[in-house]
């Protein structure tokens, strides 16, 4: 009972003291993990499968759940265009913002790691907005810039275009607000990147100049080999991020999904399926959902990564 | 614009290994290579060095002007914005955040800490399973979770308190700083548990004579993470949080958008620039840890 597993050590099996030792722990173990045990069950397992249950459940907070069967998914799927604008509003999103991002924070990744002097200083200036994106100060700043008398308008007026245009009032643009903010928080792939960049051995490089390849090709047939599994690392990461975008689209959208809901991501909608209708059920269902396609692209994403990650030590 | 032939200290692999006869071409992509990353800082950085230029102008002057330097340099936007309407400061919103970043921090130190060294030091039953799991939550969207978390609470009647955003954290919900703990106790030489276990040092003992005080650096890069995630969290604290006394600063920056016209510009942007100010400082005061905190986990998980 104390001991299920087979001791990684193996080596050490056989001496009488590491045995002694290792065998009285499965309490200590218990006492060691109560807490994340009782977390686990309380407040992540628990409430996972319990919003399975409501999703299928129409329950408004006051009376008790009523079973609807998929009714839920039905409406959502079929029946409201508004979700359907929501998913439209997130994919373009993601797949528009992160590719974005994770190109500019490889190209600076890149330009840093060439021996630039002050290199620190660089990587904390070109890293600022990364860390201050998420919070509703810099959402605030950006519903000025990009407001009629905003910032942007100013300076186009300064190079001698006149624009009136409210960027965030106007639905074609408005998306391309929210993207641009995540584009410039690309301090931190950049920083993963820059990691990575250092782990790549100087005797590629060497032999590579040796042969008379330029800097571009050695970009393409070293560098970028190199890293793929560090671009992977920051895809998988980035884009499970941007699906649950919500503080900067609710600040910039004023509350609610901006002109013509351009600005409604999936989660904003749920938020307001949740906490302003009181559609438990309904925003459990969205949730649910949200999982599984978060889930489904992220599994795609390791399958295809097959085809294009390069493991050296494979 | 001065361009430079020495290698630049740490790290400047593939420039030394330039034949010289490149030498003068070599000069000028490096002048160009500085005066893009000039121009790149300034495009960066023009928004938020504008920010703080419009907090210190007059309300006529933050709209239709671009420039940073204010004709007239005025703090009279921190002294309207620091005191609202019912008499309260701009205090109390970032006490309230701080106190509430603290105490996630508290937890995430204590409870995550102690999983880790479990997974990371002991055999126990279902180790690799729950060790899976707990990698499983690490991935898994709030959103999924917080709805009955929200019920609950609210059944609780915890609402309107920091509870639901504090006590979670003192159950190792953050799972992701659990796993950088694994990785950093894994470095830990084992040798150094085992001196003590022959001193008589029970699991307990060693967690807390060998193991903590070796963990601190991990600590402290959970410390930090765990205060500007909570502290620029703006989810949670949106739907648990109502009362205006409670209010956090993403809360109350929010109040100054709702019904503004132009005039109260000055002192939203004053009061923004505020509230950047403790993760400004802490970044300051920790840049090396932040930056290896980010590249450590990016690389590892």
New interface residues.
């Given amino acids: 009972m104390l001991s299920g597993l087979p001791s990684r050590t193996s080596t050490t099996e056989g001496t009488p003291k590491a045995t002694s030792r290792r065998r009285p722990q499965g309490k200590w173990a218990l006492l060691f993990l109560s807490p994340w045990i009782v977390g686990l069950l309380v407040f992540t397992a628990g409430p996972l499968i319990a919003s399975l249950y409501l999703s299928f459940t129409d329950y408004d907070l006051l009376s008790s759940p009523q079973w609807i069967g998929s009714g839920n998914y039905t409406r959502m799927l079929t029946g409201d265009p508004v979700w359907r604008q929501s998913v439209v509003v997130t994919a373009v999103y993601v797949a528009v913002a992160v590719p974005l991002q994770l190109a500019f924070a490889l190209l600076l990744a890149t330009v840093l790691n060439r021996g630039i002097k002050g290199m620190t200083i660089w990587r904390a200036l070109y890293y600022l907005p990364s860390l201050f994106g998420s919070s509703i100060a810099i959402a605030i700043l950006w519903r000025q810039i990009f407001g009629a008398e905003g910032l942007l308008n100013n300076v186009l007026g300064m190079i001698g275009i006149e624009s009136t245009t409210s960027w965030i009032g106007d639905p074609h643009w408005s998306l391309g607000t929210l993207i641009l903010l995540r584009v410039w928080e690309f301090g931190s792939p950049m920083i993963i990147f820059l990691a990575g960049l250092r782990q790549i051995p100087a005797e590629l490089y060497e032999s590579a100049s040796l042969d008379g390849a330029g800097a571009v090709r050695r970009f393409f047939s070293i560098t970028l080999p190199m890293l793929t599994p560090i671009v992977f690392f920051n895809l998988i990461l980035q884009v499970i991020n941007a699906f649950q975008v919500f503080g900067s689209a609710f600040i910039i959208g004023g509350g609610h999904g901006g002109p013509g809901n351009s600005m409604l991501v999936y989660t904003l909608y749920l938020y307001q399926a949740a906490f302003n209708d009181f559609q438990m059920g309904y925003a459990a269902a969205m949730a649910w959902f949200l999982l599984v396609v978060i889930g489904a692209v992220t599994a795609v994403n390791f399958w295809l990564s097959r085809y294009w990650v390069h493991y050296s030590d494979e | 614009m001065t361009t430079?032939t020495q290698?630049?200290g740490?790290?400047?692999?593939?420039?030394?290994?330039?034949p010289r006869a490149a030498a003068p071409g070599r000069r000028a992509a490096r002048a160009l290579?500085?005066i893009?990353?000039v121009i790149?800082?300034v495009a960066?950085?023009y928004?938020?060095v504008?920010?703080l230029s419009?907090s210190l102008k007059p309300a006529d002057e933050?709209?239709?002007?671009?420039g940073l330097l204010p004709d007239t340099w005025n703090v009279a936007n921190y002294e309207n914005g620091w005191i609202s309407a019912d008499g309260s400061t701009f205090g109390r919103p970032l006490l309230n955040s701080i106190l509430v970043s603290l105490g996630a921090v508290t937890g995430n130190i204590?409870?995550c800490s102690?999983?880790a060294?479990?997974f990371a030091r002991?055999?126990?039953?279902?180790?690799?399973t729950?060790f899976a799991?707990?990698m499983v939550?690490v991935?898994?969207?709030?959103?999924?979770?917080?709805?009955?978390?929200?019920?609950?609470f609210?059944n609780l009647g915890w609402v309107d308190t920091y509870l639901p955003l504090v006590l979670?954290k003192?159950?190792?919900?953050d799972?992701f700083f659990?796993f950088l703990m694994v990785q950093f106790i894994r470095g830990i030489p084992r040798d150094l548990d085992?001196a003590a276990?022959?001193d008589g040092c029970?699991?307990?003992g060693i967690?807390l004579k060998v193991i903590l005080p070796l963990l601190r650096p991990a600590l402290v890069t959970t410390a930090i993470f765990t205060f500007?995630w909570t502290y620029?969290d703006?989810?949670s604290q949106?739907?648990y949080i109502s009362k205006a006394q409670l209010y956090t600063?993403?809360l109350a920056?929010?109040q100054?958008?709702d019904g503004t016209g132009q005039s109260d510009?000055g002192p939203?942007?004053a009061m923004?620039?505020l509230?950047?100010l403790p993760?400004?400082v802490l970044?300051l005061i920790f840049?090396r840890l932040i930056?290896d905190g980010?590249?450590?986990s990016?690389?590892k998980g």
């Fill in positions: 430079t290698p630049a740490t790290s400047t692999r593939p420039s030394a290994t330039v290579l500085y893009v990353l790149g800082v960066m950085l928004p938020l504008w920010l419009a933050i709209f239709g002007s671009a204590l409870a102690l999983a060294f479990a002991l055999e126990f039953p279902f180790k690799r729950a799991l707990m939550t991935m898994l969207p709030a959103q999924v979770t917080i709805i009955p978390q929200y019920i609950l609210n979670p003192f159950f190792a919900v799972a659990i085992d276990a022959l029970s699991p307990g967690y500007l620029n703006f989810f949106l739907i600063v993403p920056l929010r100054f958008i510009y939203m942007f923004s620039v509230s950047l993760t400004l970044f840049q930056v980010i590249s450590t990016g690389m």
